[in-house]
């Protein structure tokens, strides 16, 4: 089940987008890589993120009810250092518009300033302390001034001498006879001087900050107005509710050929089942994020330069990435969870048909295993091997490895007491076929050698890059015989090895777009890439080159429908008995792509299968070409050939994903 966001950042000058959920991960999502998930911090127990925010150079920081202000170290993916404000929880942290300093808010009414050096962060100051707690704060774009929101009132504080000098008090509901507090969630101050707000009353309001009074104020919603971005223009802001509702405001012309503009709502939409925790506005598309765990980016068409595929809306639910591995020989599958692993054996028939048939289960898919992590970080990545034999997983601090033993129908599982020390932290695991060795991705491009032997493991050696890299390991793959091995970055650069000699064999030209998914071809040893902006390559390690199949895709060109999809491919395989078929998937569709037939044009269908079953088998072969696509299984969370020539999926219902969610605002329809 996806967890929920809880708040989200967007960097206009890095197109990238910061989001942190309630179990205390952090990703980050590349827009200009076509939204790809690029970057993954797993969650800790220990944290709890209220707010996060980008400032400086690109730097990432984060505060929560724990009362610490966290930075993120975005290369190595972890937590860079977490200083203490001593104010007790931390409702929001913000940076101001140089990026220089950060306010944060805290639970005992007080304003602490911190100067960002490049090292860290310095404690500078506190503004006047209040009686209650502070829920959220904004910088004037201008001046050094901060509006804070809190229960019943708005305060301005001058931050030069860190004296308050403005109080803007706000009316108290009456419900069923007795007043209610009005709890002021977001705050924003535009640079004409007005205040933003959005409160638990359900209204927008602009204030006058000199004076102090109310010049307008909208009615949103029936529940919680819950958080508020402002475009950099200063000429629309986004509101999010409580009922899932997310609503648009511009300030435009009252009367054309007049100077005078107000505020008016303009557009209403409705992409969440539940509450809008966080939201943000970029320069062409409104951001928000949810208790359902989804990452809506809906584009501005006004703001658009052209009509292109850039201008549709954009889901984002599940991970770019795989948590499900397989063990093809032993049809076992490893499904990661944030707390605990299990281990399923896969069902079998004993009934054959032809092509669309659904055969009985004889037996039924068995829960052999479920492996829980201890202390509180969450499991970063897991794998099995091929054979079943050995399970590994990580977390941000540990590496764990396990021995699993079979008798009859009985499982047992020991693990390996003494793991040898590694000087950086794990970041992605792979066993070798013969499950001989565990290959461990790290910090600075390093790739760990691990043998394995009957319950113990030791390093042998550590494959470095030609040169040095400040990114870390995003993928890994190996082929089948155990000697290649290659790993790629998010930068898109791709280093091969030798892992028989030990050595570095080559590097893949770096492509423009981060690599999502990769695999070595059993037969050719030709290493296929995927990328974010959904183009395949193919890579001969033998001649150093791209092959001619990849250069005529290059030249020219892929269908105009399969660039234009949403999700990227998270999964490759190969079948062993046709080496010219590539399998791949992303979360909505399963390829076969035949290298042997020539690819398809604009002006052809590119999910043409069913059409060709009513043509004779000349014309089927003259109009074939080298997609073959079924939709038929999604959201699809994996995909891989087993040994037995069986190919199994693993697909995540979405109504499976909503059951499990609390029940949302109930809401009035017409005519119910």
């Known amino acids: 089940v996806p967890v929920s966001v809880r708040c989200i950042s967007y960097s206009e000058r890095t197109e990238r987008l910061a989001v942190a959920r309630n179990n205390g991960s952090v990703e980050v999502y590349n827009f200009s890589a076509n939204y790809y998930q690029e970057k993954i911090i797993p969650g800790d127990d220990r ?66 300033l911190f100067s960002i050096t490049p ?19 904004a910088w004037h774009p201008s001046r050094p001034q901060i509006v804070t929101g809190s229960v019943n009132a708005i305060r301005a504080f001058n931050v030069s001498s860190g004296h308050l000098f403005q109080t803007l008090k706000m009316d108290r509901p009456l419900i069923s006879g007795k007043k209610r507090d009005c709890i002021v969630w977001s705050v924003a101050v535009l640079s004409c001087g007005e205040i933003v707000s959005t409160d638990s009353t359900g209204k927008l309001r602009f204030w006058e ?33 409580a009922e899932g509702t997310i609503l648009q405001f511009q300030h ?60 549709v809306l954009r889901k984002i639910m599940f991970p770019h ?24 054996r896969l069902g079998q028939t004993n009934e054959s048909g032809v092509d669309g048939d659904v055969l009985n289960v004889s037996q039924d898919p068995e829960l052999l295993l479920k492996l829980k992590s201890k202390g509180s970080e969450c499991i970063r990545c897991s794998t099995i091997s091929r054979c079943g034999s050995w399970v590994s997983y990580t977390t941000s601090s540990r590496l764990f490895l396990y021995r699993l033993h079979y008798e009859n129908q009985n499982i047992s599982i020991s693990r390996v007491p003494k793991m040898p020390p590694l000087q950086t932290a794990a970041l992605q695991l792979l066993f070798s076929w013969d499950a001989k060795q565990l290959y461990v991705g790290s910090q600075g491009g390093l790739v760990y050698v691990l043998e394995l032997s009957d319950g113990a493991c030791q390093h042998s050696y550590t494959l470095e890059p030609p040169s040095a890299s400040p990114h870390s390991v995003h993928l890994l793959t190996a082929s089948s015989d155990g000697s290649l091995l290659a790993a790629a970055f998010v930068d898109s650069h791709i280093d091969i090895y030798n892992v028989k000699t030990q050595k570095y064999v080559c590097s893949v030209p770096q492509y423009s777009s981060p690599p999502t998914a990769m695999s070595i071809c059993p037969s050719t040893e030709n290493l296929v890439i ?20 990849s250069r005529k895709v290059l030249q020219h060109g892929l269908h105009r429908d399969w660039l234009e999809r949403d999700t990227p491919i998270t999964g490759i395989t190969f079948n062993p008995s046709k080496p010219e078929h590539i399998l791949m998937h992303d979360n909505y569709m399963f390829c076969v792509l035949d ?13 043409n299968q069913r059409s060709l079953k009513s043509l004779s088998e000349k014309m089927r072969r003259s109009c074939a070409h080298a997609f073959k696509i079924t939709r038929e299984y999604k959201p699809l969370l994996f995909m891989d050939l087993l040994d037995d020539g069986e190919l199994v999926m693993v697909e995540r219902p979405l109504v499976d994903i909503l059951s499990q969610l609390p029940p949302p605002i109930k809401l009035k329809k017409f005519g119910t």
């Open 47 to 112: 944290r709890s993120t209220e707010s996060i925010c980008w400032a400086g150079e690109e730097r990432l920081f984060s505060a929560g009810l724990n009362g610490e202000i966290i930075e993120y170290d975005l290369e190595k993916l972890c937590v860079k250092y977490s200083l203490d404000a001593y104010g007790g929880p931390i409702w929001g942290i913000v940076p101001n518009p140089s990026g220089t300093q950060l306010a944060v808010c805290c639970d005992d009414g007080s304003v602490k």
């Open 119 to 137: 090292e860290n962060i310095v404690f500078e100051k506190s503004l006047d302390r209040q009686k209650d707690r502070i829920l959220c704060l």
């Open 209 to 241: 900050l000199e004076r102090g009074t109310l010049i307008r104020s909208f009615n949103v919603t029936n529940s919680d107005a819950l958080c508020l971005a402002v475009s950099k223009e200063e000429d629309s802001l986004v509101v999010g509710t």
């Open 252 to 311: 435009l012309d009252v009367q054309a050929g007049k100077e005078t503009k107000e505020w008016f709502r303009t557009r209403p939409f409705r992409y969440h089942t539940h509450d809008v925790k966080s939201v943000a506005h970029s320069s062409t598309a409104l951001i928000s994020g949810g208790f359902d765990g989804q990452i809506i980016c809906r584009p501005l068409m006004e703001k658009m330069e052209t009509k292109t595929y850039e201008a």
């Open 321 to 344: 990435r795989h948590l499900v591995s397989c063990a093809q020989a032993s049809r076992l599958l490893l499904f990661q969870f944030p707390k605990h692993l299990e281990l399923w």
């Open 530 to 549: 995927a990328h974010a902006d959904q183009q395949i390559l193919e890579f001969n390690i033998a001649e150093k080159q791209y092959t001619h199949w």
């Open 595 to 607: 290298k042997s037939l020539p690819l398809p044009n604009d002006k052809t269908s590119l999910t």
